[in-house]
């Protein structure tokens, strides 16, 4: 069997030039295998997808041709597959003449005779998706160089993050849909009630119908929050120059705030969309004096060592094991809500591709940290 004909670097680059294409995910995986065909000189290259529990192996990509051995969409026996020790080992497998390695009486070789196999794990939210697997009918003289592995564990970490973003983009589809299904189907039943109340109200006077006419508010504000959600999860496709002091006054002057004080300590101008930043800053500033009290003092500035902001308050704060949770759809400290108004914060820095930790601040208040940002040096103002 000859040796491909690309060096690792060239090989290297074009996996990178081919990923970096804005083409379908299918396209990307078919030209990525390829590539990898030819630098490690096998037979074949298969992206595959491995399900232990129901026992299959299925060809999601494939180099073989439909009328080969393992064209895409074939499904087979995972018992069958070196993938299986691949997917239980959870690391990379590098057979180059598996039945002279100790592997003669592996169902796999003797189940369809494969002499070479390479094969790495797929992982997707730190689960085994599949597997990138190499094979060859024949033995190959030399077992597979390190070089060989990375540019193979190279090509699954690739994969990964198209998979990973192809799941995002049909999480944020679906979110739309359910959005426009909430939008338009909760609330023509939601403005007949409305009308019905306002007849009841006309002719009778009676302290319940206030009780039905508040909760409907209620129901208009969870509608909105949802359709907020859905347009802020949006990639940003422009940006502009943002003062942050400026638009955390905006922010500040639109949340009912009672007695509550705002301080900005530190001032920063960053690249942004400025009114999903103003969306962000309002939904802290209100999450700050629903849980801090009307007279809560909310302080805003650049953090000091990196490119970020954060926004802190000197109320009861968050517990520690309560961190992570607070981003999740539904989860509220509170009683009066559903707890979407942390998920649009993070829908926001999400889209912007920024990241945020939620730690304390130095008064035992709820401190976010906004990090990531593309700052602006220059004198030029900003909105």
């Known amino acids: 069997m000859g040796r491909g004909r690309l060096t690792g670097a060239q090989a290297r680059r074009e996996l990178y030039e081919v990923m970096a294409k804005d083409l379908p ?41 439909p009328d080969g051995q393992f064209p895409a969409g074939l499904r087979v026996d995972l018992s069958t597959t070196f993938c299986r020790r691949t997917v239980e080992q959870g690391d990379s497998i590098a057979l180059h003449d598996a039945p002279n ?24 939210d730190e689960e085994v998706y599949g597997t990138v697997c190499f094979v060859a009918e024949a ?16 090509i699954a970490r690739m994969i990964e993050q198209e998979l990973q973003r192809d799941r995002l983009l ?33 002719e ?51 949340v009912e705030t009672g007695d509550a004080e705002l301080a900005t300590e530190a ?17 802290l500033f209100r999450n700050a004096v629903e849980h801090g009290g009307e007279d809560v003092q909310v302080r805003v500035g650049a953090l000091p060592e990196t490119d970020g902001f954060y926004i802190e308050d000197d109320g009861p704060g968050i517990p520690e094991p309560k961190r992570e949770q607070v981003f999740e759809t539904g989860f509220s400290t ?5 707890g979407l108004g942390l998920s649009i914060v993070e829908a926001v820095v999400s889209a912007h591709g920024w990241t945020m930790q939620v730690t304390e601040a130095a008064t035992g208040g709820a401190r976010f940290e906004i990090e990531g940002l593309v700052t602006v040096t220059d004198s030029k103002s900003a909105s």
């Not at 001032?267 to 939904?283: H, I, K, S």
Request: aromatic residues 6%.
């Open 334 to 338: 509170g009683d009066g809500g559903i």
């Open 25 to 65: 995910f299918s396209e990307k995986a078919d030209r990525a295998l390829a590539l990898g065909e030819e630098y490690l000189d096998v037979d074949n290259v298969h992206l595959t997808k491995t399900d232990r529990e129901a026992g299959y192996w299925k060809a999601i990509s494939s180099t073989d041709p």
């Open 267 to 283: 001032d920063l101008q960053f690249q942004a969309d400025p009114d999903r930043v103003r969306r962000l800053q309002e939904n």
């Open 204 to 254: 009778t006077d009676n302290e319940n119908i206030e009780t039905a006419a508040a909760a409907l508010e209620r129901m208009e504000d969870l509608i909105s929050d949802v359709l907020d959600m859905a347009r802020q999860g949006h990639d940003i496709e422009e940006t502009e120059r943002v003062r942050l002091s400026a638009v955390a006054e905006r922010s500040w002057q639109s």
């Open 139 to 154: 033995p190959r003289d030399q077992p597979f160089t390190d070089e060989e592995t990375l540019f193979a564990e190279l």
């Open 101 to 124: 390695q100790g592997w003669e009486t592996d169902p796999a070789f003797e189940t369809h005779g494969i002499h070479c196999y390479h094969g790495t794990p797929v992982m997707i």
């Open 170 to 202: 049909d999480r944020v589809d679906r979110l739309d849909q359910f959005a426009s299904v909430v939008s338009h189907d909760l609330r023509n039943p939601l403005n007949i009630a409305r009308g019905r109340l306002s007849m009841a109200s006309s």
